[in-house]
């Protein structure tokens, strides 16, 4: 998957995460919504650019689908470690 950066407000890069066409289409680089077990809120699971998976429910996701902290991606040795961007991200899930 091709790799798309844009850049914030403050001049930070920020890597943008698509949305997965659906649960069982689930490529490197994409996002899927999920609740958060813990809390019952809105949040994602993603596979970084190398094809490992990670969830989100310990970080921040804004209503424009802005990330923070940054994320860092769970598999021991990979270097993903970006402020990311979830494309199409609607805290409400509609």
Do not use: Q
Not at 39 to 50: D, H, K, L, V, Y
Not at 60 to 87: M, Q, R, W, Y
């Amino acid at each position: 998957m091709e790799s798309v950066t844009e850049v914030d407000e403050e001049g930070t890069s920020v890597f943008i995460i698509k949305k997965a066409k659906s649960y069982k289409k689930f490529e490197s680089g994409t996002w899927w919504r999920t609740l958060a077990k813990d809390t019952g809120e809105m949040t994602a699971w993603f596979r970084c650019p190398n094809g490992h998976f990670g969830t989100l429910s310990d970080h921040s996701i804004a209503s424009d689908g802005t990330v923070s902290p940054s994320v860092v991606c769970p598999e021991k040795g990979c270097k993903f470690h970006e402020n990311i961007k979830l494309e199409d991200w609607n805290a409400s899930g509609v």
